[in-house]
């Protein structure tokens, strides 16, 4: 159930079970600091990504066997004829390796063709057989976005898209901070780090 976040929803715990789980040294009491599924964007933008990919990966594949991101590529490939994989990557905000594995898909598939460039780039291309089946998800897409459109005002539309363009615009600055993380210890190694230095009398 999509709006399984509300509390009235969530399944009880038994009194039982949650002896025996506090027994085990398991939390089972609400912790004070917590995220609200419905109040935190990020979680509201993954939970309608994760909903529109594995219906639109089960809608694709049964008309012409590729999945969600095979169909953006191809999407990709309408509007920007030739581009290289990197482009595409960048364009689709899609992981190397998730796209590398598509673009070899259509290749086998002869969905798209691919040519040489300057200093070892291959331009890609939509094949006529990849150009057939574009248009046929077409009108697919498009009618999912209007059913997901369909409690806004076009007005709201508008105004949803303006601001998910901002948001995107963001993105640079969080992978920054993404970046200093990563490049941060994680507590559990600086736990382990901790209780070696305790064990050396350092």
Same mark, same amino acid.
């Given at each position: 159930?999509?709006?399984? &976040?509300?509390? !009235? ?8 079970? &949650?002896?025996?789980?506090?027994? %085990? ?10 995220? /609200? ?43 920007? @004829? $030739? &581009? ?5 990557? !960048? ?36 094949? @006529? ?5 574009? +248009? /046929? ?13 369909? $409690? %806004?005002? @076009? ?5 949803? /898209? ?6 995107? !615009? ?16 994680? @507590? ?8 070696? +230095?305790?064990?050396? $009398?350092?």
């Amino acid at each position: 159930m999509v709006s399984g &976040a509300n509390d !009235e929803e969530r399944t009880v715990v038994s009194d039982e079970i &949650a002896a025996k789980a506090r027994k %085990l040294g398991l939390s089972t009491q609400r912790l004070p600091f917590t995220i /609200d599924r419905d109040h935190y964007t990020p979680a509201l933008i993954g939970l309608l990504s994760n909903i529109l990919v594995w219906g639109s990966s089960r809608v694709f594949h049964h008309l012409h066997g590729v999945g969600s991101n095979e169909w953006r590529i191809l999407s990709a490939l309408g509007n920007w @004829p $030739g &581009a290289t994989a990197k482009e595409l990557c !960048e364009i689709l905000g899609m992981n190397k390796s998730i796209a590398s594995r598509s673009v070899n898909v259509l290749l086998q598939r002869e969905l798209i063709g691919e040519l040489g460039g300057a200093r070892g780039s291959r331009h890609l291309f939509l094949t @006529p057989a990849g150009v057939e089946v574009h +248009d /046929d998800f077409m009108p697919i897409a498009m009618r999912r976005m209007e059913i997901l459109h369909g $409690g %806004l005002t @076009p007005a709201e539309v508008e105004q949803l /898209d303006a601001l998910l363009v901002k948001m995107l !615009e963001s993105s640079g600055a969080m992978q920054e901070y993404e970046r200093e993380v990563l490049a941060s210890d994680p @507590p559990t190694r600086r736990g382990r780090g901790a209780r070696a +230095d305790r064990a050396s $009398g350092r």
